[in-house]
């Protein structure tokens, strides 16, 4: 019967469902895209701050421009003529993928951007609304959609200014938004699988079943909805962990909110996870080691007189530091457990399977290995060491005991040396 209430049912269920998983879809877009723009604009942000900061280095002086009868433009740094050294530009393309370019006023001097024929675009202008803002407003500024040319870029500008106050022109890194959006999509795509799958699965479901249908979907519904809002941890509703296909689309579920997990949980500058995924996954660790009496050790480091680099060699440097630290530690943990960045210059590492003394024998290598790091920095070798508080993980306690205690034993051994792994009885 065309008119029959069972293709009623049929037809509404997919209607609303079709529409509620577009505002979810794109509620998760949204927050996905929030994200990446914000780590965009970061990025850049970093790359043009060390792009004027190598500039200053190698051609101490203030920038000068010279217009030739021919049109062209003879760029100054200083007293050095820079108009054809492309070393630095072109390896901040080679390293970071990003187009960059240095202006006078609103016109390109020096650029990455080339045309069809593989001739850089000099002489071309910034569009206007970025003259507006960066020239005239003397301004820094980031765009999710500015055009450059004929092609609509991500972009961040910063002004450079003379000593006299004046705006000379300004530095800017951009990339096709197109890339930018292409990674989005591909990170929510698991969501518009989930609902071609769960559309499907509602068209072949009989009358019979429609109540316990809806609730099973209300549970996924919320569950997609709360994903989307960033509530990574959500639990899934115990209603829809079955064998049949509604159950498999809540399995693509999870595997999707554990993809956008990852994209916010790594530490953009050492690559560590981060603050957030290292209280998680310690949290899993002692569950398992109450259910099981797995045996694990905590530790908390720190670098020392970190404040002191970056007061002495700059923030740059201090940077150059962490990573360089970061790849010795995660190095150092792989097969043993895991390590977090846990804030500033401190890191939070976990031994799993594994009791106090070999973790303190480890912990004792990987410390040999950063006092023997040397890390070059604008020129100058820097040397650090660390100190790290490390402590048996115990039956009973809750993760604040024993993150306490770690830290306790950090405080104690950068009160009593520095330069150590502290562990409760004496320095080692």
């Not at 197109?178 to 795509?189: C, K, P």
């Not at 846990?342 to 480890?362: H, Q, R």
Request: proline share 2%; aromatic share 10%; net charge negative.
């Amino acid at each position: 019967m065309k008119n029959s209430l069972k293709n009623k049912f049929i037809l509404i269920t997919i209607l609303s469902f079709t529409v509620l998983m577009m505002v979810v879809g794109a509620v998760g877009y949204t927050t996905v895209y929030k994200l990446v723009s914000e780590q965009e604009e970061e990025d850049m942000r970093k790359i043009v701050k060390m792009t004027m900061a190598e500039y200053d280095r190698i051609y101490p002086g203030e920038y000068g421009i010279q217009l030739n009868e021919d049109g062209t433009y003879i760029v100054y740094k200083g007293e050095e003529d820079i108009s054809d050294d492309y070393v630095l530009l072109d390896s901040v393309k080679d390293n970071f993928e990003y187009d960059i370019s240095l202006f006078c006023k609103n016109i390109r001097v020096l650029t990455t951007f080339e045309d069809e024929n593989g001739d850089r675009l000099k002489t071309t202008k910034a569009a206007t609304t970025v003259d507006q803002d960066v020239i005239d407003g003397a301004k820094a500024h980031f765009y999710s959609n500015v055009k450059i040319g004929d092609q609509s870029c991500f972009a961040y500008y910063e002004p450079i200014f003379l000593k006299d106050g004046t705006v000379y022109g300004m530095i800017g890194v951009c990339c096709p938004a197109t890339t930018v959006h292409d990674g989005v999509i591909r990170a929510v795509s698991p969501l518009a699988v989930i609902c071609a799958i769960t559309a499907i699965f509602f068209c072949i479901i009989s009358i019979s079943f429609s109540k316990a249908i809806i609730k099973r979907f209300t549970a996924l519904s919320k569950f997609m909805r709360s994903v989307a809002n960033g509530n990574f941890m959500t639990p899934v509703d115990p209603v829809l962990n079955s064998d049949d296909e509604l159950g498999e689309v809540c399995k693509d579920a999870r595997r999707m909110q554990r993809n956008i997990q990852v994209l916010v949980e790594i530490d953009t500058l050492t690559k560590l996870n981060n603050r957030r995924y290292g209280g998680n996954r310690l949290k899993v660790v002692m569950k398992k080691a109450e259910e099981s009496g797995m045996p694990f050790c905590v530790c908390i480091g720190d670098i020392d007189f970190f404040k002191k680099v970056n007061d002495t060699y700059g923030h740059d440097a201090g940077d150059e530091v962490l990573k360089a630290v970061a790849s010795v530690l995660n190095a150092n943990m792989k097969g043993k457990g895991f390590v977090a960045r846990w804030g500033g210059e401190e890191f939070l590492i976990v031994y799993e399977m594994a009791d106090l003394k070999p973790s303190v024998d480890a912990l004792n290598d990987m410390l040999q290995e950063v006092r023997e790091l040397e890390i070059v920095s604008g020129g100058i070798t820097i040397k650090v060491t660390m100190s790290f508080g490390i402590i048996q993980g115990q039956g009973g306690w809750t993760e604040d005991m024993l993150l306490k205690a770690a830290d306790d034993n950090l405080y104690y051994a950068k009160t009593h040396g520095r330069n150590q792994v502290y562990y409760g009885q004496s320095e080692s």
